[in-house]
């Protein structure tokens, strides 16, 4: 019933900026919760950022200050806008759609590659 997709990944230069982009296919997306994941080589998929149905957001530790998580209820979209990027940015990027703590959606996943 739902499907996401990404866009907006890339190669970018350490300090550069990216915005990452998730189109939601579906029924009442401003239900959902709404998150960006990544997960680098050899590492556990982590949460970076998410915004709920309220637009309460949170970040990881890692990103606060260089991430700004936004929806867009009326072109049920999700954006993640990065500044300030570090090579330890560096990850598959996937996004994930959530309500009532139940129902769970993945993307396909971005790639993000910080590297001069």
């Known amino acids: 019933q739902v499907q996401l997709v990404e866009s907006g990944g890339g190669l970018v230069q350490p300090g550069g900026s990216l915005r990452l982009s998730c189109v939601f296919s579906g029924s009442v997306f401003s239900r959902y919760t709404m998150g960006w994941y990544r997960q680098a080589p050899g590492k556990q998929r982590e949460l970076v950022a998410s915004?709920?149905?309220?637009?309460?957001?949170n970040y990881a530790d890692s990103v606060k200050g260089r991430c700004t998580i936004s929806r867009d209820n009326a072109k049920n979209t999700v954006n993640l806008e990065m500044n300030s990027l570090k090579p330890e940015d560096t990850a598959v990027y996937y996004c994930r759609a959530v309500r009532l703590g139940t129902y769970y959606f993945w993307g396909q996943g971005t790639q993000v590659t910080v590297s001069s």
């Open positions: 915004i709920t149905s309220g637009g309460i957001t």
